[in-house]
T-cell receptor
Framework: AQSVAQPEDQVNVAEGNPLTVKCTYS??????LFWYVQYPNRGLQFLLK??????LVKGSYGFEAEFNKSQTSFHLKKPSALVSDSALYFC????????????FGQGTELSVKP | GAGVSQSPSNKVTEKGKDVELRCDPI?????LYWYRQSLGQGLEFLIY????????KSGLPSDRFSAERTGGSVSTLTIQRTQQEDSAVYLC?????????????FGPGTRLTVT
């Protein structure tokens, strides 16, 4: 069965510092991996995805993610955090055996303090 | 362009009543998904549609839940005889297709509270 894990419930960083939100996956075959962000009382917003090719994927709002096949990881990164980046972040893998449904990690709460 | 819309945004209902939740996907998206988000369960997949067809309903939590999609567009999730454990945010998403690496775009959700 395919799965995604986000080992940290919460990540705290100071504004201007780099941030990393961790994600590991377990899939058979080549994964389609996604990051979504959720602001309070809002739906999920797509940030970026990995399909194939370059292991460093760039997305919205200055975020990027690094795909590492040997470590089965897909960590989300940003060089300089903003207070407005504070939100709930979800990593997901697409299950192509089930109509492409997304299997989500449990989410990581990112808090960026001034 | 218009994104995924859902209605109502909030719904409070009494235990035992039936509710209907509506999703209007992005125009041209043939794939539509329903998820449920709750504190204890995280983000949980419920059902998907390719066009008007729902090939697998095994993700629905019980037989009180049903969903349909008409005209390859609007979808309705119906919960009969609601229970308190049905309280959650119900999210709808659409995608260009069920095949391929397409991202899903989510609506704002319907917050359902069963009293």
């Amino acid at each position: 069965a395919q799965s995604v894990a986000q080992p940290e419930d919460q990540v705290n960083v100071a504004e201007g510092n780099p941030l990393t939100v961790k994600c590991t996956y377990s899939v058979s075959g080549n994964p389609y991996l996604f990051w979504y962000v959720q602001y309070p009382n809002r739906g999920l917003q797509f940030l970026l995805k990995y399909i194939t090719g370059d292991n460093l994927v760039k997305g919205s709002y200055g975020f990027e993610a690094e795909f590492n096949k040997s470590q089965t990881s897909f960590h989300l990164k940003k060089p300089s955090a903003l207070v407005s980046d504070s939100a709930l972040y979800f990593c997901a893998v697409r299950d192509m055996s089930m109509g492409g449904k997304l299997i989500f990690g449990q989410g990581t709460e990112l808090s960026v303090k001034p | 362009g218009a994104g995924v819309s859902q209605s109502p945004s909030n719904k409070v209902t009494e235990k035992g009543k039936d509710v209907e939740l509506r999703c209007d996907p992005i125009s041209g998206h043939t794939a539509l998904y329903w998820y449920r988000q709750s504190l204890g369960q995280g983000l949980e997949f419920l059902i998907y549609f390719q066009g008007n067809s729902a090939p697998d309903k095994s993700g629905l939590p019980s037989d009180r839940f049903s969903a349909e999609r008409t005209g390859g567009s609007v979808s309705t999730l119906t919960i009969q005889r609601t229970q308190q454990e049905d309280s959650a945010v119900y999210l709808c998403a659409s995608s260009l297709s069920t095949a391929g690496p397409y991202e899903q775009y989510f609506g704002p959700g319907t917050r359902l509270t069963v009293t």
